[in-house]
């Protein structure tokens, strides 16, 4: 399986924290953290390389982690501090160094209360 499924989306208030999981995340695919938010388009929230090396949009920056368990296959994005507008639909891309496809999930939910 190479598809990606995502986990760990819900209800939150505004200030707290949510760990989305998603798996399969093979060591030799780059995996990214895109959300949508409603009437919105998808965007690019962070992502890991197979070398470990983490980048982030500037909106999430110093509240969100993207880490990755080889061990487990699966790759984590730690959502602290979380706002109304980090609402939206959360999807997790796997992107193959050898053949350069995405794969994509099919998103979790995630909504944050004033």
């Known amino acids: 399986q190479v598809q990606p499924v995502e986990s760990g989306g819900g209800l939150v208030q505004a200030g707290g924290s949510l760990r989305l999981s998603c798996t399969p995340s093979?060591?030799?695919?780059?995996m990214g953290w895109y959300r949508q938010a409603p009437g919105k388009q998808r965007e690019w929230v962070a992502s890991?390389?197979?070398?470990?090396?983490?980048n982030y949009a500037d909106s999430v920056k110093g509240r969100f982690t993207i880490s990755r368990d080889n061990g487990k296959n699966t790759v984590y994005l730690q959502m602290n501090s979380l706002k109304p507008d980090d609402t939206g639909v959360y999807y997790c891309?796997?992107?193959?160094?050898?053949?350069?496809?995405?794969?994509w999930g099919q998103g979790t939910q995630v909504t944050v209360s004033s």
């Open positions: 891309r796997a992107s193959s160094t050898a053949t350069s496809l995405n794969y």
């Open positions: 093979r060591s030799t695919f780059n």
């Open positions: 890991i390389t197979v070398g470990r090396v983490t």
